[in-house]
C-alpha cells in the first residue's frame, strides 16, 4: 500500500497564494496519472489538475485555470499544486492521487486513481 502524504495546508487571506505539496512514492515505475482533488462540505469530490506522466500533460478544471499550477519533482517523488489569486470558493479538503494511465485523457476520471492521500486543509479568508 503506496502512502501519499499532503502537506501545505492553511488559511490563508482572499487572493493571496498557497502552495501544497504531496510525497508520493509511487511516482516511480509505470506511466500514471497524478491529480489533485477537493472536497469541500456539502459538496461533491472534484478534480482540480491533473498530470500525466507520460508526457508532462496538464488539466485542470475551468474554474482554477489561470490561478492553479500543477507540477511534479520527480526526484523528490513529490506533487505540487502552485495556487495563486485563491478565493473562498477554493477552501476544501485537498487530496493528493495517483493511478495507472496509458493516455493522457483518462486522468480526469477519478475512477483511475487508485492511491489517495489523507488531504490537507486549505482555507480562503474573506
Known amino acids: 500500500q503506496a502512502n501519499l502524504v499532503e502537506s501545505g495546508g492553511g488559511s490563508v487571506q482572499a487572493g493571496g497564494p498557497l502552495r501544497v505539496s504531496c510525497l508520493a512514492p509511487?511516482?516511480?515505475?509505470?506511466?500514471?496519472?497524478l491529480g489533485w482533488f477537493r472536497h469541500a462540505p456539502g459538496k461533491e469530490r472534484e478534480r482540480v489538475a491533473s498530470?500525466?506522466?507520460?508526457?508532462?500533460?496538464?488539466s485542470y478544471r475551468d474554474s482554477v485555470k489561470g490561478r492553479f499550477t500543477i507540477s511534479q519533482d520527480g526526484a523528490k517523488k513529490t506533487l505540487y499544486l502552485q495556487m495563486n489569486s485563491l478565493s473562498p470558493e477554493d477552501t476544501a479538503m485537498y487530496l493528493c492521487?495517483?493511478?495507472?494511465?496509458?493516455?493522457?485523457?483518462?486522468?480526469?476520471?477519478?475512477?483511475?486513481?487508485?492511491?489517495w492521500g489523507q488531504g490537507t486543509q486549505v482555507t480562503v479568508l474573506s
Open positions: 492521487a495517483a493511478g495507472p494511465a496509458r493516455t493522457s485523457d483518462r486522468c480526469v476520471f477519478a475512477s483511475r486513481y487508485n492511491y
Open positions: 509511487v511516482f516511480s515505475g509505470s506511466t500514471r496519472c
Open positions: 498530470l500525466y506522466t507520460g508526457d508532462g500533460s496538464t
